[in-house]
């Protein structure tokens, strides 16, 4: 690899390569440390071709989520099973991983520019602009739609299909049009014990001693010939275990952490 070979995005592998190894170091003990986190399929991943594959997931925090699954993959990668000890994985990091982000959020400070120097497709949310839901519906841009086929071409592609860190709200649309056009194998992924672990950025560790949970499903069944819009959205939101059928079945922890933050909410009036 040359020394300024470049990515389809004019990011500089090299550059990118160090990131991730600093960043890696620097988040390692969020997840084997100050708390554990529990891994389910690695095996599959390891399955998998270089390019063309979609990874979906709920989504907790802006930013631990994704650094966690970077941890994972090339773990996984280098050949451990269901673990992330031993952080030399970091050495020869999977350089074509990309993940999308709000353009917003990925512009908003220079951390945010650093970790999108290290993966990010930076996509205009439609539905809602400076932190608040739109009555009005932007029109989508053609360009992020764009990138993230460029991205499935060169590697392996990480999104949160429902566009936000609140549990059980509906899977966005694009993300079955993506799936539909592109014809990816679509890898789901759940991942719990997050929201407990790290403020809603993912950056401050909120609670120490928290058992975090990270479990890679087999590729999904999809028809991409037959399956309809609202066929493939359902899918993706079984898939992740954000269907609203599941909305009964809540962690009893989740319900802890609520009614203490409900209590917090009482003493603030």
């Known amino acids: 690899m040359g020394l300024f070979k ?8 090299f550059i990118k390569k160090w990131l991730i190894r600093i960043l890696g ?3 390692h003990r969020r997840y084997r440390g100050f708390n554990e986190l529990e891994i389910e399929g690695s095996e599959i991943l390891r399955a998998l071709p270089d390019n063309n594959v979609l990874f979906i997931s709920n989504h907790q925090t802006y930013f631990a989520d ?3 699954m970077f941890h994972v993959f090339n773990a996984s990668l280098s050949g451990r099973e269901d673990t992330i000890k031993n952080v030399g994985y970091l050495w020869s990091p999977k350089l074509n991983v990309y ?3 709000a353009k917003e959020t990925m512009e908003s400070g220079l951390l945010t520019k650093i970790f ?7 996509v205009e949310r439609t539905w809602r602009e400076k932190g ?7 029109e989508v841009n053609p360009n992020d739609t764009e990138n993230i086929k460029i991205a499935l071409n060169d ?36 991942i719990d014990g997050f929201r407990r672990s790290f403020d809603k950025k993912g950056l401050r560790i909120k609670k120490k001693g928290i058992l975090q949970s990270f479990i890679i499903k087999k590729p999904l069944q999809i028809d991409y010939e037959n399956d309809t819009i609202d066929e493939i959205v359902e899918k993706v939101e079984y898939a992740i275990d954000q269907h609203p059928s599941m909305l009964k079945v809540i962690p009893a922890a989740e319900i802890e952490e609520q009614n203490r933050l409900n209590k917090l909410r009482k003493w603030e009036y």
């Open 6 to 13: 470049r990515n389809p995005f004019g990011h500089i592998l």
């Open 155 to 190: 590697g392996w592609v990480i999104t949160f299909p429902q566009g936000t860190t609140k549990s059980f709200k509906p899977v966005r649309k694009g993300t079955a049009h993506i799936i539909k056009q592109y014809k990816p194998i679509v890898i789901p992924i759940v």
């Open 66 to 68: 994704v650094v966690a």
């Open 132 to 138: 608040k839901d739109v009555t009005q519906k932007k």
């Open 99 to 101: 993940y999308v982000a």
């Open 116 to 122: 999108a120097y290290a993966g990010a497709i930076s």
């Open 25 to 27: 170091i620097l988040t």
